[in-house]
């Protein structure tokens, strides 16, 4: 396996993982969780950024910035039904955690550890950016049409 798709399998691992969970809440046998279809749609959108994030250079960063976009509009969209919102919008970028902080899978030296843990985490700013203001956009449209928070 080439080292692309080793990483590749290793940053979207957990999130599969995770969304293997929310499915099985629909059979009689486990516990289902509140939002569980909210959460495996912005799950599987998270795990499309991810994939494109990861060859954002070859797409170019017009391409990067329109997902980011989509990303925050669909967040707003999911958020308008969800009864958790913000861990829904914060669910959606959970693939691009995992598969951007290289500090997970193997630690740096300590004298490195501070610059490579800064370098990754703002990395991931611009999508916790356009997640948090899709979190934001829904909440507000849901306060103006008075959708109160149920279960979808």
């Given at each position: 396996?080439?080292?692309?798709?080793?990483?590749?399998?290793?940053?979207?691992s957990?999130?599969?993982?995770?969304?293997?969970?929310?499915?099985?809440?629909?059979?009689?046998?486990?516990?289902?969780?509140?939002?569980?279809?909210?959460l495996?749609?912005?799950?599987?959108?998270?795990?499309?950024?991810?994939?494109?994030?990861?060859?954002?250079?070859?797409?170019?960063?017009?391409?990067?910035?329109?997902?980011?976009?989509?990303?925050?509009?669909?967040?707003?969209?999911?958020?308008?039904?969800?009864?958790?919102?913000?861990?829904?919008?914060?669910?959606?970028?959970?693939p691009l955690?995992?598969?951007?902080?290289?500090?997970?899978?193997?630690?740096?030296?300590?004298?490195?550890?501070?610059?490579?843990?800064?370098?990754?985490?703002?990395?991931?700013?611009p999508?916790?950016?356009?997640?948090?203001?899709?979190?934001?956009?829904?909440?507000?449209?849901?306060?103006?049409i008075?959708?109160?928070?149920?279960?979808?």
């Amino acid at each position: 396996m080439g080292a692309d798709a080793w990483h590749i399998c290793r940053g979207l691992s957990p999130a599969l993982s995770i969304l293997a969970f929310l499915a099985l809440g629909y059979l009689p046998l486990f516990r289902s969780i509140d939002d569980a279809a909210l959460l495996i749609a912005g799950l599987v959108w998270g795990l499309l950024l991810a994939t494109a994030f990861n060859i954002r250079h070859a797409l170019g960063f017009e391409i990067a910035y329109g997902l980011f976009s989509a990303t925050a509009v669909i967040v707003a969209a999911l958020c308008i039904f969800a009864k958790h919102r913000l861990r829904l919008a914060l669910l959606v970028i959970s693939p691009l955690v995992f598969l951007n902080l290289d500090l997970l899978l193997a630690p740096p030296p300590l004298e490195q550890f501070l610059s490579q843990t800064i370098f990754d985490l703002k990395a991931l700013l611009p999508p916790l950016a356009f997640s948090l203001a899709g979190y934001v956009l829904g909440s507000l449209v849901r306060f103006v049409i008075k959708r109160s928070p149920r279960t979808a």
